[in-house]
């Protein structure tokens, strides 16, 4: 008796910790549904401070509520590059505010074409004679190209701006597979199709090196020419061609340097920064803190500038990241996800539709269901347009060619047209470890593919015709698409990849342009004038829950600014996170793959890791012990 008593005593426990969890689940969720939408009311006259905590992207992404309750690290932050230049459009118009403060310290980064676009969207702020500052820590690519458009730049005295353009190494596997006696059967069509080169080979081929030189070439050419154009006083040359000299010149001193070069204009404080936004706009008479000055931040802001809702709908389809089979997404373009949405949309009366594009392609299943979809739209007689982003690349492109027009920017990254498949087997492993195969076969290909006794060749042969037919399909499509000879396209496809200025003078895109201009095109077909219709994004939006994940998870604590050192720290962080990604793809189950492992993949927070936090649960424990 005395045992069973002690076994009901745990089982009341049990049970009242898990009343307690519920309860405290249940306060939770209240608290979420009455805090988690900013009000109006928190807009100031003053600054907007935009505090990019993380990256820049085309979709967010959702956190999972049960993993992020379990989580022991914060999610990195992600701010949608419509929402960042509705934003600053907003405020350039708006009376209330003074000035636009950038606050950089934790900025991870983002696509060449968004750094552009949110670009674009500060000069238009400062011409209207609303002065844009920019503060951070550590300024690489990225953020130095959206300080180059601010009117004020400053980096912390221990702080840097290095500028290190476009390109870099990649990872060959060829030489681990054979150590570890896997056979890698690659089935592949085009010259320049280098996505399967990492399992073959232990260097880049003179294919892909010719490729990516000029590709890579176009987009540094394209980086510098913006900074130049947005910052006239930046030695961009002598920060090229001899950063070396430029540190030694500053005796190793790098915020001085870059002072120097002209990529900054003052060296000060957080709090120096700060008392400079106080001469702008005035001080805050609520706080006695030192540097303090009345903000709006992000979310209120937004808030208090919804999204215009007049006139007809023109349907915007989002297909940002790897494209995968299934209903992954957002942040990542399941294909059954977004063919659910575009047929879900048929039954609206949508005026047109665009197609927004960021992807290094992937599944071919997946995007022949996206690719069916729209020309389910365009079957209706409705005038369909494609705008790409960063990368619109094989899977990419497959998607885009039901457009009537398709928009990119000389920085986009598009073509890759091809297509691959990768299949491991294990024979020589398991021989080395005394596991041979034998058996019987009815047909040369019974029992294949066989991942332990190895593939026939007949198996391969049938492999290899499936691939082949995969890219006439491909090349059939851009084709009829483009109006274009099959023998025209089969000299710009062969897996080449192209920015997006090449890709129109070959014919792969019809004009410049972004969002905007995709808009408004299919306005213009479909007869509407201005104020007659409105953007409809098809697709959930980011639920209350999820902002509030979001801001619990990423609390003060888990700040970490960047020196030269972490900055740095961070890009090998994403590259790790490349090479699990890479090897995932090699010993996964995907099938036959329109995909650019070459392209840069669309920044996400994925690549970016998460940040160090002490987890939701525990601070709940932490509440309720304190």
């Keep these: 008796m005395h045992f069973a008593g002690k076994v009901w005593r745990l089982l009341v426990g049990i049970k009242d910790g898990l009343v307690l969890l519920l309860m405290l689940l249940f306060f939770?969720?209240?608290?979420?549904?009455?805090?988690?939408?900013?009000?109006?009311?928190?807009?100031?006259?003053?600054?907007?401070?935009?505090?990019?905590?993380?990256?820049?992207?085309?979709?967010?992404?959702?956190?999972?509520?049960?993993?992020?309750?379990?989580?022991?690290?914060?999610?990195?932050?992600?701010?949608?590059?419509?929402?960042?230049?509705?934003?600053?459009?907003?405020?350039?118009?708006?009376?209330?505010?003074?000035?636009?403060?950038?606050?950089?310290?934790?900025?991870?980064?983002?696509?060449?074409?968004?750094?552009?676009?949110?670009?674009?969207?500060?000069?238009?702020?400062?011409?209207?004679?609303?002065?844009?500052?920019?503060?951070?820590?550590?300024?690489a690519d990225s953020a130095m190209m959206l300080a180059a458009h601010a009117s004020e730049v400053w980096v912390n005295p221990e702080g840097v701006a290095v500028v290190t353009g476009p390109g870099g190494e990649t990872q060959y596997y060829a030489g681990l597979i054979e150590r570890l006696n896997v056979n890698a059967h690659v089935f592949k069509v085009g010259e320049y199709k280098s996505a399967v080169e990492p399992y073959t080979r232990s260097s880049m081929s003179p294919e892909a090196r010719e490729n990516y030189a000029a590709l890579y070439g176009a987009l540094w050419e394209e980086w510098q020419a913006n900074v130049k154009k947005a910052r006239p006083k930046a030695q961009l040359e002598r920060i090229v061609t001899d950063p070396v000299a430029l540190v030694q010149n500053a005796d190793g001193d790098l915020a001085t340097a870059a002072l120097q070069a002209g990529l900054v204009d003052k060296i000060g404080s957080k709090t120096a920064f700060e008392e400079r936004v106080v001469a702008l706009v005035g001080g805050d008479e609520w706080s006695e803190l030192p540097g303090a000055y009345p903000a709006t931040e992000f979310q209120p802001w937004l808030q208090a500038n919804p999204y215009p809702t007049t006139g007809r709908e023109i349907g915007v389809i989002t297909v940002a990241g790897p494209i995968v089979d299934g209903d992954a997404g957002p942040g990542t373009a399941g294909g059954t996800r977004i063919a659910d949405l575009l047929d879900e949309a048929l039954a609206r009366d949508l005026a047109g539709l665009v197609v927004r594009v960021d992807s290094p392609g992937g599944s071919v299943l997946a995007s022949e269901e996206i690719r069916e979809a729209i020309e389910r739209h365009k079957a209706k007689g409705i005038p369909v347009a494609v705008s790409m982003a960063n990368v619109a690349a094989s899977g990419g492109y497959w998607v885009s060619t039901p457009a009537d027009r398709i928009f990119a920017e000389p920085e986009t990254i598009t073509g890759s047209i091809g297509i691959f498949a990768v299949l491991p087997t294990f024979e020589r492993t398991a021989a080395s470890i005394g596991v041979t195969s034998d058996g019987v076969r009815t047909s040369p290909l019974s029992g294949q593919p066989d991942l332990i006794g190895g593939l026939t060749p007949e198996m391969e042969a049938v492999f290899q015709a499936s691939i082949e037919n995969g890219y006439r399909d491909f090349t059939s499509l851009v084709a009829t698409s483009r109006n274009m000879t099959p023998a025209a396209v089969e000299r710009i496809a062969q897996g080449r990849v192209w920015d997006g200025g090449s890709a129109r003078q070959i014919g792969l895109v019809d004009q410049y342009g972004g969002m905007d201009e995709a808009l408004a095109w299919v306005a213009g077909r479909?007869?509407?004038?201005?104020?007659?219709?409105?953007?409809?994004?098809?697709?959930?939006?980011?639920?209350?829950?999820?902002?509030?994940?979001?801001?619990?998870?990423?609390?003060?604590?888990?700040?970490?600014?960047?020196?030269?050192?972490?900055?740095?720290?961070?890009?090998?962080?994403?590259?790790?996170?490349?090479?699990?990604?890479?090897?995932?793809?090699?010993?996964?189950?995907?099938?036959?793959?329109?995909?650019?492992l070459g392209c840069p993949a669309p920044v996400s927070a994925a690549t970016h890791g998460s940040r160090e936090s002490t987890g939701w649960l525990v601070r709940l424990l932490a509440m309720v012990t304190d």
């Excluded at 969720?29 to 100031?44: D, G, K, M, W, Y």
């Excluded at 994004?537 to 994940?549: C, E, F, K, V």
């Excluded at 050192?565 to 010993?587: I, P, S, V, Y």
């Design 28 to 139: 939770w969720a209240l608290f979420a549904i009455l805090t988690s939408r900013p009000s109006p009311a928190e807009v100031r006259e003053g600054a907007l401070l935009l505090k990019l905590d993380g990256v820049v992207v085309e979709e967010r992404s959702e956190i999972d509520p049960l993993s992020a309750l379990l989580a022991s690290e914060a999610p990195v932050g992600e701010y949608q590059v419509r929402d960042l230049v509705h934003a600053l459009n907003a405020a350039a118009d708006d009376a209330r505010i003074k000035a636009v403060v950038f606050d950089l310290d934790l900025f991870l980064g983002g696509g060449q074409v968004h750094m552009q676009e949110i670009g674009a969207a500060m000069d238009r702020v400062r011409a209207a004679d609303k002065p844009v500052l920019t503060y951070a820590t550590a300024y």
């Design 526 to 596: 479909a007869g509407l004038g201005d104020g007659e219709w409105h953007a409809a994004y098809l697709g959930r939006q980011p639920s209350a829950t999820d902002a509030l994940l979001r801001q619990w998870l990423s609390g003060e604590e888990s700040v970490q600014r960047a020196d030269v050192f972490a900055l740095f720290a961070r890009r090998n962080q994403a590259a790790l996170a490349r090479m699990g990604a890479d090897m995932e793809r090699f010993m996964g189950t995907s099938g036959a793959q329109a995909y650019c």
